[in-house]
């Protein structure tokens, strides 16, 4: 009777190793297909995503053709020089500063008129 007892362990152990192995395996290609499934239709997304980036950027440049002031600068007044009117190496005459030659200001120093302010306060 003891020997058919440890018979049945010594049966009874390696069945049992053998189950829990092909449960594990079951469970892990389980898992491995629904994350190959998640992944595959996370990839369906982002070519459907791109496709329609693609399509978005192909109707803007169909509007830009058809629109070419898009890509033109603002429009000027007629009296006004244009941007693509004036020579890169010659001044603007729309853009005057305080210290070129020939402006009738010169740049003020408020530090001066301060001080005097202060001394005649005292």
Known sequence: ??????????VVVPVLYA????IKAQTRARRLRTMSERLD????RAEKQHERRQQVARASAE??????AINRPPLTLPDEPGTDEVAPDEPRTDQVTPDQPGTDEAPRDDRAA???DRVGRR
């Not at 009777?1 to 010594?10: E, G």
């Not at 239709?41 to 369906?44: I, R």
């Open 63 to 68: 509007l830009t053709s058809v629109m070419p």
């Open 114 to 116: 301060r001080s005097t």
């Open 41 to 44: 239709a996370a990839a369906v």
């Open 19 to 22: 189950a829990d192995r092909i």
């Open 1 to 10: 009777m003891f020997a058919l007892l440890i018979v049945c362990v010594v």
